[in-house]
């Protein structure tokens, strides 16, 4: 594929915080786009309202911003293909609805939930897998609009090739008649995205692993409605820190923005994201944001689950912070000081920070590591200070020893 035709998109749900399991998604489509010199969309896929958290949508904007993941079009500075938030696009989506009914593909839903849920128990009740197709009504109505819009699928075995999974394939029994439109007007994902990506152009479609099991719907429903695949390439899950399941909130997956407010440099956190399940085929674990869009690729991106490690990012905190001068690091902690050292100068401040750069691993440790410098010790404060045992080097010192080797009063 041609660098210019390079088009790839971050289109999460506004239903909440950005961790960095949704994050990573948006990073590799954006080195993607990045590196072959083509465009990044933003996209906003809400039409699940009953899901949607209010201000999610900027708090997304924010963490893309701060970790530089600038994007060329999106629903907020728009673009040749806009409107890219889905609940203005309902118009799109009626023309390729109706190509599907027109061309017997697509039937109006006559079934009340409560149907449904009792065909769903008739399966569970045989012990086979619930199939919406296998309760397919012979003369469905006219769809109107105020019934859910299905598929009528072709169950066969399908094939496809994973940039990242490599070849797959599926039989028919995972191939069914998914809703289109739902009786609120709205489409689902499931039909949407497919109509997004084929309008606006995407080559690549990056996104988790637990799309996998849908995609033959997806295949299937792209042969009906005549639309080449995109590229696709499915990102393993990132796993808890004990490698035994996917990670979540519980597990200690923390808002991108939480990292900030910590100082964390986003430069880190992009180096870090980016190696949760990538890997350059060195053994290089510094990279800047230059270097990761000069060497990322698909095809180095590892099939199974990538384990979540905090004790691997401070490291990688460190060793970014370790990397800035003085001055810049200056410049970056100036909200994380106590008030204790409002009255001391910029000279003093920046040769304490001289004194633990090398054991900062997060800028809001700054008030712990440099209390001693803006506080006049007191005997008590001393004795707790040996007695720390976290403090190997001052346990070898005694109260006497410390006041006769008392640091000079800092300069004001």
């Given at each position: 594929m041609k660098s210019q035709n390079v088009r790839t998109r971050y289109a999460p749900s506004p239903t909440g915080y950005q961790h960095v399991g949704n994050i990573r998604t948006g990073l590799f489509a954006w080195l993607v786009a990045r590196q072959a010199k083509g465009k990044f969309i933003v996209r906003l896929e809400d039409t699940d309202r009953s899901r949607l958290v209010e201000g999610a949508d900027q708090h997304l904007l924010e963490c893309i911003r701060i970790l530089g993941l600038d994007h060329d079009e999106g629903f907020d500075?728009?673009?040749?293909?806009?409107?890219y938030r889905q609940s203005e696009r309902l118009e799109t989506y009626k023309p390729w609805a109706q190509k599907l009914i027109d061309a017997g593909r697509a039937y109006a839903d006559p079934y009340t939930p409560e149907e449904v849920n009792a065909f769903r128990q008739q399966a569970r009740d045989s012990k086979k897998p619930f199939l919406y197709r296998n309760h397919r009504p012979e003369n469905p109505p006219v769809w109107d609009g105020t019934q859910p819009l299905r598929f009528k699928s072709d169950p066969k075995p399908q094939s496809w090739h994973d940039a990242v999974m490599g070849d797959l394939s599926t039989g028919p029994e995972v191939v069914d008649d998914i809703i289109l439109i739902k009786s609120d007007g709205f489409p689902t994902y499931n039909f949407a995205h497919i109509i997004d990506d084929a309008e606006m152009q995407i080559s690549h479609v990056i996104r988790g692993q637990e799309f996998l099991a849908s995609t033959p719907n997806y295949i299937n429903l792209y042969e009906a409605l005549g639309i080449t695949p995109p590229i696709l390439a499915t990102m393993p899950h990132i796993l808890a820190t004990e490698g035994n399941k996917k990670l979540s909130k519980r597990d200690g997956a923390k808002d991108v923005l939480d990292y900030i407010r910590e100082g964390f440099l986003p430069e880190a956190l992009v180096n870090f994201i980016a190696s949760l399940g990538w890997n350059d085929g060195t053994e290089q674990e510094e990279f800047s944001v230059a270097e990761l869009i000069e060497k990322f690729s698909l095809d180095r991106v590892q099939k199974s689950g990538a384990r979540f490690d905090e004790k691997r990012l401070l490291w990688l905190n460190g060793a970014h912070i370790r990397k800035l001068s003085i001055d810049s690091l200056y410049e970056k902690v100036a909200d994380f000081w106590q008030p204790s050292s409002e009255s001391y100068d910029e000279t003093y401040k920046k040769q304490v920070l001289g004194l633990i750069q090398e054991r900062l691993k997060f800028f809001a440790e700054i008030p712990e590591l440099t209390e001693f410098f803006f506080t006049e010790p007191t005997d008590a404060?001393?004795?707790?200070?040996?007695?720390?045992?976290?403090?190997?080097?001052?346990?070898?010192?005694?109260?006497t020893e410390y006041r006769d080797h008392k640091p000079p009063q800092a300069r004001r």
């Open positions: 500075i728009g673009g040749p293909y806009a409107p404060s001393v004795t707790e200070l040996l007695h720390d045992p976290k403090n190997k080097q001052l346990r070898k010192l005694d109260d």
